[in-house]
């Protein structure tokens, strides 16, 4: 089989969970106007979450959905009572970038107080599938669910955004923030939104992650923290649609690398393609004014 094919096969499917995760972080970062480096342990907290639940014979994908359900309310409490604070006292961009740094490895050492530093996977019954021909892709049946749900919910997240109320308050709070508070939008009622829904594409990406990959630590959504910033800048910071276009590019980039490079440094080729972009195109394929 030709190997590039697979690769490729294995970008596209990386670059749904890239994106997933990527979405949510343009969409805070369109509302905040700051990074959050917490990220990836929100990643973490879906995939241990959907982990514990299957571990109790739960069904997976009804533990997914709780494990994003858990995703955004903690991304909401830490927002209200971590974040907002330092928010209100207007501290500089760059402090709230340790602040967020802070909340991420203060949730790595609770989940490593609680589970472990040991690797831990999901059952057999969920990891354990054969692999098909795809026309010149191979597959798992896990790997097209990852694929069909990402772009289900790009779909969505694209509908709310341009249909709905809450979605066009976001878009008004992004391109101006006093404006739209004069003009009615419970700023504070935004501002919960994004960080739950942000929270919760977060710890979906986590856990499919954790499927794809077939096992996680403590730290691994800190070390695919890189990956998901690298699409967001590429593609265009506080742009769903660059988010998702920056995703693959990332994913696909990273996994044909292993065609090049040892496998155990694909994802460093994301730190790369970030450098280049901030290089060359900072303000990504899709230049933005923080608008989403």
Do not use: C
């Amino acid at each position: 089989m030709n190997s590039f094919a697979v690769e490729l096969g294995f970008g596209l499917v990386a670059a749904g969970f890239i994106a997933v995760a990527a979405v949510g972080a343009t969409l805070q970062f369109g509302i905040t106007n700051y990074i959050n480096f917490a990220l990836g342990d929100y990643m973490t907290i879906g995939a241990y979450s959907a982990w514990v639940l299957t571990s109790r014979a739960i069904n997976f994908w009804v533990a997914t959905a709780v494990a994003v359900v858990i995703g955004g309310v903690v991304a909401l409490l830490i927002s209200r009572f971590v974040l907002a604070p330092f928010v209100r006292r207007k501290t500089p961009v760059l402090y709230m970038l340790i602040v967020t740094l802070g909340v991420g490895l203060i949730i790595t050492n609770v989940i490593q107080l609680l589970f472990g530093s040991d690797q831990q996977q999901y059952p057999a019954s969920v990891i354990d599938q054969s692999a098909f021909h795809l026309g010149p892709f191979l597959a798992t049946p896990n790997q097209l669910i990852t694929l069909g749900l990402a772009a289900g919910l790009m779909i969505a997240l694209h509908f709310m955004l341009t249909r709905t109320a809450l979605g066009k308050g976001m878009r008004a709070m992004s391109d101006d923030p006093d404006l739209a508070r004069v003009a009615g939008i419970d700023a504070g009622r935004i501002t919960d939104w994004v960080w739950v829904i942000s929270g919760g594409l977060a710890a979906l990406a986590g856990v499919l992650l954790a499927l794809d990959v077939g096992s996680f630590t403590p730290a691994f959504g800190e070390l695919f923290l890189f990956v998901i910033f690298a699409a967001v800048v590429v593609g265009g910071a506080g742009q769903p649609n660059g988010a998702m276009l920056g995703a693959l590019i990332t994913g696909v980039a990273t996994s044909l690398a292993v065609l090049f490079v040892n496998s155990a440094y694909k994802n460093d080729v994301a730190f790369l393609i970030l450098l280049v972009a901030l290089v060359l195109r900072p303000q990504g394929i899709i230049p933005s004014r923080r608008s989403i």
